[in-house]
């Protein structure tokens, strides 16, 4: 599996950028993914997740209301549109997948160790 991100880039606080994800390699409507993003010297933490019917997404609770994460199965793309950005969104932004194990929750996708592959990341810079 290869993931591909784009469209990260420098905003102002308040704007909005929309990240893109493409993946090739595996059957992409059969694997989960998800976007996290990892701020200097932070930890890798969940943006969001997308289950992989693209029925189902979930937020952290740092981007809620202002994120959200959808796809488009024909171009085995995910994207991040990101609304109202602020200053602590800074971050490389990173896509991820994994394929769906249905003995898991959806919870279990919201932690980076979860996952078998992953993007270069695309960096996004938020100034005030």
């Known amino acids: 599996v290869q993931l591909v991100e784009s469209g990260g880039g420098l905003v102002q606080a308040g704007g909005s950028l929309r990240l893109s994800c493409a993946a090739s390699?595996?059957?992409?409507?059969?694997?989960?993914m998800g976007w996290f993003r990892q701020a200097p010297g932070k930890e890798r933490e969940l943006a969001a997740t997308?289950?992989?019917?693209?029925?189902?997404?979930l937020y952290s609770d740092s981007v809620k209301g202002r994120f959200t994460i959808s796809s488009d199965n024909a171009k085995n793309t995910v994207y991040l549109q990101m609304n109202s950005l602020k200053p602590e969104d800074t971050a490389v932004y990173y896509c991820?997948?994994?394929?769906?194990?249905?003995?898991?929750?959806?919870?279990?996708?919201?932690?980076?160790?979860?996952?078998?592959?992953w993007g270069q990341g695309t960096q996004v810079t938020v100034s005030s």
């Open positions: 991820a997948t994994t394929p769906r194990n249905l003995l898991s929750s959806k919870n279990y996708y919201t932690v980076p160790t979860s996952y078998d592959y």
């Open positions: 390699g595996r059957t992409f409507s059969t694997y989960y």
């Open positions: 997308i289950s992989e019917n693209r029925g189902a997404t």
